[in-house]
């Protein structure tokens, strides 16, 4: 039954990316029938055809790689070889400008005196299309990806969608006493002094920019932080934190480490959070103490309770039967404050794949959630500066940012099944996230990509002339070799983040 159950969310996530695809896809379809383009295929996925059918001389077919899509439209480039076709069949027909298109149709300046047989056995000549035509055909799968992620922005403005609280502070409610830095060598990583905890940054403090540039949340703190590219003259990492302590506005300069094997960066900090008590361990002392599920810790031996992974460190840093006042509001925000007296004990808890002692009270947490209720507007722009922060970082030799941080196919469909789990209303969120992404990767200047087709359009436009087809299909054929290699090597990464 659990199996049938992932599968279940594995479905719908498979759908959510193939319909992400069709509408891309359907975008160009339909700015070039628009526009009275030739139309021979339109497919999802690459590679054979699992199954199709063919309809006013277009074929529609479901493809075996499902690493994307296509339209094919022989006027705007020859993709002959790559979509697996060899030549136009002469007998097809097909809409040009609304009427009855046939290949026969079409003039041709052979020679009068030249063979028949020969004439008949030369594919027809294809009708020159404008700029005009090959700008709007190629752009409009991202104006359809922008369009699908605005139409579900709007649906999660209308109903709205849970988000952690944490999430959207930019307060600080952690800060590590440690973090791991990575270690390529050995494979491995080594405990030190946490980057933000050398720096000063405490708990309580309010980040309102992040190297020069105004912050919204917490996860745009991360994000900035991860795709940081700031350096100092000897090449070390740095990040500027401009905070606010007790109202005073201060400057940080610190010094980020890089984590396991994706080696991102990070400099050893938690959100701001509420939680309660979620569920409460047998046997152990918070029970027996008196806690109850719903009350909500707000200190620890007099200290400010800020995140769970605060009362996670002091708990370790406690001596053996050493007795702690544990703080907490009855029944929730609003509840009388009630201090416990309560001694931590050891146990061994599984850790990944080890086994770790730790010191424990017995509870886990539930943290605060809040209805929110995004501007569409907002919504796409947010995520439009993300992608402008991975690209720019990716580019950057100062950034940490790599390909093997991206995700392809494998990983996608592993968050939106994980989305899926979560929530429709989280679905549509990943699925905006996608479509924005979609169409921006979509419209850079690659070859194969749709920004490549504009840009030899507008080469071929600034000079005057075409491009040459021994030149355009090389282009073309290089850059389907390097985006398959890609795609297989951000896979093999896909696969070991979800099977470690």
Not at 23 to 43: W, Y
Not at 443 to 467: Q, Y
Request: with cysteine; glycine share 8%; hydrophobic share 40%.
């Amino acid at each position: 039954m659990s199996i049938l159950y992932d599968f279940a969310f594995i479905f719908v996530a498979l759908f959510a990316l193939g319909f992400t695809i069709f509408i891309h896809e359907l975008g160009h379809f339909l700015a070039a029938r628009q526009r009275g383009l030739v139309i021979l295929r339109f497919s999802i996925g690459f590679g054979p055809k699992l199954f199709g059918w063919t309809r006013n001389g277009v074929e529609y077919r479901l493809s075996a790689i499902p690493f994307g899509g296509y339209v094919a439209l022989p006027q705007l480039v020859d993709m002959g070889r790559l979509e697996g076709r060899r030549e136009i069949d002469e007998n097809s027909n097909h809409e040009e400008d609304g009427k009855n298109f046939k290949w026969d149709d079409v003039d041709t300046d052979d020679d009068e005196d030249e063979d028949e047989d020969e004439k008949e056995a030369k594919p027809k000549p294809l009708p020159k299309i404008s700029y005009t035509d090959k700008i709007l055909v190629s752009v409009m799968g991202a104006v359809f990806n922008m369009l699908l992620a605005f139409a579900l922005s709007c649906v999660l403005y209308f109903f709205g969608y849970d988000v952690s609280d944490a999430q959207l502070t930019t307060k600080v409610g952690y800060v590590a006493d440690t973090v791991e830095r990575w270690n390529p060598l050995v494979s491995e990583g080594e405990e030190v002094t946490g980057p933000a905890k050398k720096a000063g940054l405490l708990a309580g403090d309010e980040i309102i920019r992040v190297d020069g540039s105004p912050v919204e949340n917490f996860m745009d703190i991360q994000n900035r932080i991860v795709t940081g590219k700031e350096q100092t003259a000897q090449g070390s990492r740095l990040v500027y934190l401009t905070i606010i302590r007790n109202g005073q506005e201060k400057e940080l300069e610190i010094y980020p480490e890089v984590f396991g094997p994706e080696e991102m960066r990070i400099i050893g900090i938690g959100p701001k959070e509420t939680f309660f008590i979620g569920e409460l361990s047998p046997d152990m002392p918070a029970e027996k103490m008196g806690l109850e599920v719903g009350d909500q810790p707000i200190a620890i031996d007099g200290q400010t309770i800020h995140s769970f992974y605060q009362v996670v460190d002091y708990l370790s840093q406690t001596e053996n039967n050493q007795t702690i006042a544990f703080t907490v509001r009855k029944g929730g925000e609003q509840g009388p404050e009630k201090t416990y007296d309560i001694v931590p004990v050891e146990k061994e808890i599984a850790s990944g794949t080890s086994i770790i002692s730790r010191k424990l009270i017995g509870f886990t947490p539930r943290h605060k959630t809040i209805t929110t209720y995004p501007n569409p507007l907002t919504l796409i722009v947010r995520r439009v500066k993300d992608m402008y922060l991975t690209l720019t970082g990716l580019v950057s030799p100062q950034s940490d940012v790599k390909l093997r941080n991206m995700s392809g196919p494998v990983g996608i469909v592993n968050h939106l099944s994980v989305f899926a789990k979560i929530g429709f209303k989280k679905l549509l969120w990943f699925v905006v996230f996608i479509n924005v992404n979609l169409a921006i990767l979509n419209l850079l200047p690659i070859p194969v990509l749709d920004g490549g087709h504009m840009m030899f359009a507008t080469i071929e436009k600034v000079r005057g002339k075409p491009l040459p087809i021994a030149f355009l299909e090389r282009a073309q054929m290089l850059f389907v070799v390097l985006l398959f290699s890609f795609m297989l090597y951000v896979t093999f990464f896909d696969v070991q983040r979800i099977f470690p």
